[in-house]
């Protein structure tokens, strides 16, 4: 049997047309994208069994074959998408092949994604994808597979082995930008946090559930070969888990496991670490180059409504600065614009924040995802836009007025902030500020590259992937 496993992609940032332009150019040159392995897929594929034949489409590097011969198309799918999801499915169900969906946005809003393909799968697939592929081939295949929220030793070793699926013309093109691969691992699932405006505690329950520090290993070392085999030299690695460092027990034994494996990482964790200061000083020697905290807002008020818990972390925040700065990895910090208690005020507490810290922010807009408790309110409140607005969910759009400012002044708001923290000069200066602060070594070519700067000077010992070696 054949299996067509396919991410739709979509170009589209912002209705904005500044902030198109300057997302979009951070895009093209590297700075907020690497070229790398799509993990959903790669996890797909290690849960089919090998007598299943596999091809995988990641639209953004690939062109999907929709005249090609396959049993199965299975389709995975954040919000975004979404719509390219449907259109998708729609050219294949035309001919008469059977397609599945998956991924956040089918997790969310199953009935929505019902009509469009002949099965849905709700959350983690683990146990659900194995099977339906059993059914399937008994012809007794369900319209919705509903997934537990599974131990994660059931989840497999990606097949590292396909990478070579995504070694396209496209995918090249930005690695020569770029000079790196990006490996998604994941180790953990779930929060028990619940923010207003994340899906995670959602879709993956409240329970913080990890995977053995061996299973993570073997992970990491499946990867390191298979990248080997096919020519990589230099991968950066970037734990996809929305909150790696929750439980500190955990996490301390992990950094311990990463140092041995040397290699160079970058994760999602929240302020909760302010409370060990031994594990973040030993982040760096386990290879940490990247630390991305969602601070949200510097301001109690902003924070109350879509992060309770983070609103009582804000006195922390400085603390945390003062204690992580000198460790030696770029500290990326993540602000969403657009609360209703935001105003003038608690934006510009924000750029007074900034200016004290050499760090790399980035910022979003609130965003109502669907199904979120944050989408619910609005939704009551009738503030929610008439027509459907999936393809706008990417946090680069305004999808509904905050109560304190109008989208007209936000808008500006956001331009301000983006273009003095993210400008080349600023970056620059990140990058002078922590040279002084830690002696680097060559490696440092993961945070001079996010921070991108002088990163030519570091390059030559990469090894160059010339098309005619490839697949
Ligand atoms: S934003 Fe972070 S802390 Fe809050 S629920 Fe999501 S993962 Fe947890």
């Given at each position: 049997?054949?299996?067509?496993?396919?991410?739709?992609?979509l170009?589209f940032i912002s209705e904005y047309?500044?902030?198109?332009?300057?997302?979009?150019?951070?895009?093209?040159?590297?700075?907020?994208?690497?070229?790398?392995?799509?993990?959903?897929?790669?996890?797909?594929?290690?849960?089919?069994?090998?007598?299943?034949?596999?091809?995988?489409?990641?639209?953004?590097?690939?062109?999907?074959?929709?005249?090609?011969?396959?049993?199965?198309?299975?389709?995975?799918s954040p919000t975004f998408t979404i719509f390219r999801a449907y259109?998708?499915?729609?050219?294949?169900?035309?001919?008469?092949?059977?397609?599945?969906i998956g991924g956040n946005h089918p997790t969310l809003l199953p009935a929505e994604a019902a009509p469009h393909?002949?099965?849905v799968?709700v959350g983690?697939?683990?146990?659900?994808?194995?099977?339906?592929?059993?059914?399937?081939?008994?012809?007794?295949?369900?319209?919705i597979?509903y997934?537990?929220?599974?131990?994660?030793?059931?989840?497999?070793?990606?097949?590292?082995?396909?990478?070579?699926?995504?070694?396209?013309?496209?995918?090249?093109?930005?690695?020569?930008?770029?000079?790196?691969?990006?490996?998604?691992?994941?180790?953990?699932?779930?929060c028990?946090r619940d923010c207003e405006f994340c899906s995670s505690t959602r879709i993956y329950g409240p329970?913080?559930?990890?995977?053995?520090?061996?299973?993570?290993?073997?992970?990491?070392?499946?990867?390191?070969?298979?990248?080997?085999?096919?020519?990589?030299?230099?991968?950066?690695?970037?734990?996809?888990?929305d909150?790696?460092?929750?439980?500190?027990?955990?996490?301390?034994?992990?950094?311990?496991?990463?140092?041995?494996?040397?290699?160079?990482?970058?994760?999602?964790?929240?302020?909760?670490?302010?409370?060990?200061?031994?594990?973040?000083?030993?982040?760096?020697?386990?290879?940490?180059?990247?630390?991305?905290?969602g601070?949200e807002s510097?301001?109690?008020a902003s924070l109350q409504s879509i992060a309770p818990w983070k609103s009582?972390?804000?006195?922390?925040?400085?603390?945390?600065?003062?204690?992580?700065?000198?460790?030696?990895?770029?500290?990326?910090?993540g602000f969403i614009l657009g609360t209703d208690n935001d105003t003038?005020?608690t934006?510009?507490?924000?750029?007074?924040?900034?200016?004290?810290?050499?760090?790399?922010?980035?910022?979003l807009f609130l965003t109502p995802f669907p199904n979120q408790a944050l989408t619910n309110r609005l939704k009551k409140e009738g503030r929610l836009p008439k027509k459907l607005y999936w393809d706008r969910c990417n946090a680069y759009n305004i999808l509904f007025e905050p109560k304190q400012m109008s989208k007209e002044e936000l808008h500006?708001?956001f331009?301000?902030?983006?273009?003095?923290?993210?400008?080349?000069?600023?970056?620059?200066?990140?990058?002078?500020?922590?040279?002084?602060?830690?002696?680097?070594?060559?490696?440092?070519?993961?945070?001079?590259?996010?921070?991108?700067?002088?990163?030519?000077?570091?390059?030559?010992?990469?090894?160059?992937?010339?098309?005619?070696?490839?697949?």
């Amino acid at each position: 049997m054949k299996i067509a496993f396919i991410a739709p992609h979509l170009k589209f940032i912002s209705e904005y047309k500044p902030i198109d332009d300057l997302v979009s150019e951070e895009i093209n040159n590297g700075l907020l994208k690497l070229p790398e392995f799509n993990l959903p897929l790669l996890t797909l594929a290690a849960l089919t069994p090998k007598s299943f034949e596999i091809s995988i489409f990641d639209e953004e590097y690939k062109p999907i074959d929709f005249e090609g011969d396959f049993d199965i198309v299975a389709i995975s799918s954040p919000t975004f998408t979404i719509f390219r999801a449907y259109e998708i499915a729609k050219k294949f169900r035309e001919r008469g092949v059977y397609t599945v969906i998956g991924g956040n946005h089918p997790t969310l809003l199953p009935a929505e994604a019902a009509p469009h393909v002949d099965t849905v799968f709700v959350g983690e697939v683990e146990e659900t994808w194995p099977q339906f592929l059993k059914d399937f081939q008994k012809r007794e295949a369900k319209k919705i597979y509903y997934g537990t929220q599974p131990d994660l030793s059931l989840s497999p070793i990606p097949r590292w082995d396909l990478m070579s699926e995504f070694f396209t013309p496209e995918a090249i093109k930005m690695f020569r930008t770029t000079h790196r691969w990006e490996i998604k691992l994941n180790a953990t699932r779930g929060c028990p946090r619940d923010c207003e405006f994340c899906s995670s505690t959602r879709i993956y329950g409240p329970k913080y559930r990890k995977k053995s520090i061996p299973q993570v290993t073997q992970e990491i070392r499946a990867a390191k070969k298979w990248s080997k085999h096919f020519g990589i030299d230099q991968c950066f690695f970037m734990f996809c888990d929305d909150n790696l460092l929750l439980d500190v027990q955990y996490g301390s034994k992990l950094l311990d496991a990463l140092k041995e494996e040397k290699i160079s990482w970058g994760a999602f964790t929240d302020i909760g670490i302010h409370k060990h200061p031994e594990l973040i000083q030993k982040l760096y020697s386990s290879g940490c180059r990247v630390l991305n905290l969602g601070f949200e807002s510097v301001s109690q008020a902003s924070l109350q409504s879509i992060a309770p818990w983070k609103s009582k972390q804000v006195m922390h925040y400085e603390e945390f600065m003062e204690m992580a700065l000198g460790e030696g990895f770029l500290i990326n910090l993540g602000f969403i614009l657009g609360t209703d208690n935001d105003t003038e005020e608690t934006i510009q507490l924000i750029d007074d924040f900034l200016t004290r810290y050499p760090i790399l922010p980035n910022f979003l807009f609130l965003t109502p995802f669907p199904n979120q408790a944050l989408t619910n309110r609005l939704k009551k409140e009738g503030r929610l836009p008439k027509k459907l607005y999936w393809d706008r969910c990417n946090a680069y759009n305004i999808l509904f007025e905050p109560k304190q400012m109008s989208k007209e002044e936000l808008h500006r708001q956001f331009i301000y902030l983006y273009k003095k923290y993210r400008s080349p000069e600023h970056r620059q200066t990140i990058n002078d500020e922590l040279l002084s602060r830690k002696q680097w070594s060559v490696d440092q070519v993961h945070l001079r590259f996010d921070l991108g700067t002088k990163m030519k000077l570091y390059t030559p010992f990469l090894k160059e992937l010339e098309l005619s070696q490839l697949k």
